[in-house]
Structure formats: C-alpha cells, structure tokens
C-alpha cells in the first residue's frame, strides 16, 4: 500500500520562498507518477506540478510553472520548491501519486493515493 506524507508549508511573506517535500512508502518502480495540487477554501483541487518517479520528466501548471521546480533525487521524497509567493498562492498543498499516469493528466480524480496536506499561507 502506497502512503504519502506531505509537509513543508507555513506561513511566508510575498515574495519569499517555501519548499515542500512528500515522503512516499510502497512506490516500487519507476512508473509512478507524483503529483502536488492545491486547493484554496471554496475552490476545486488545483494541479500544480508532476513528475515521473524516474525524475526525468516534470510537467507544470503553465500560469505556475516560472516560479516552480519539482525534483526526486534518489530517496523517496519527491520536492516542491515554490520562490516569489504571492498571497493568492495560499492554499493547502497536496500531494498524490499513481502508478501508470500519462504524465501530463491533471485530473484529481485520476490520483488515488494522496498526503494528508500541508497549509501554506502567504500574507501580503
């Protein structure tokens, strides 16, 4: 069985800089798939950025993907660093993984297995 845990956010001012980490137990081959989305109060979980378990291929929100990097170096902990916050990216961040993904489907409901979240809160 397949477990995330996500942690790394808090409070930071515009303009600064988080980094988010997703620790993952169970994942045993290179074709999974780990994703982070976001979810603001009121607002559907939002795609954010993915990539394959290899490392090798990254995918980005476009309206994101400037201030983004994900990586996975060789332990099972997949990062999300995130520069130049701004208040509207306050939101709970998520991670999720599934095996056999095409790299580039940006669908919540195509993840099964999810972290149980990590607030990041931006103040102006």
């Known amino acids: 069985q397949v477990q995330l845990r996500d942690s790394g956010g808090g409070p930071v001012q515009a303009g600064g800089s988080l980094r988010l980490s997703c620790a993952a137990s169970?994942?045993?081959?290179?074709?999974?798939?780990v994703a982070w989305f976001r979810q603001k109060p009121g607002e559907e979980r939002e795609f954010v950025a993915a990539?394959?378990?290899?490392?090798?291929?990254e995918y980005y929100a476009d309206s994101l993907k400037d201030r983004l990097t994900i990586s996975r170096d060789n332990t099972h902990v997949t990062r999300l660093a995130m520069n130049d916050l701004k208040p509207e990216d306050t939101a709970m961040y998520y991670c999720?993984?599934?095996?056999?993904?095409?790299?580039?489907?940006?669908?919540?409901?195509?993840?099964?297995?999810w972290g149980q979240g990590t607030q990041v809160t931006v103040s102006s």
């Open positions: 169970g994942i045993r081959d290179i074709a999974w798939v």
């Open positions: 990539i394959k378990w290899s490392g090798q291929r």
């Open positions: 999720a993984a599934q095996r056999g993904l095409n790299l580039m489907d940006r669908s919540p409901a195509a993840f099964e297995f």
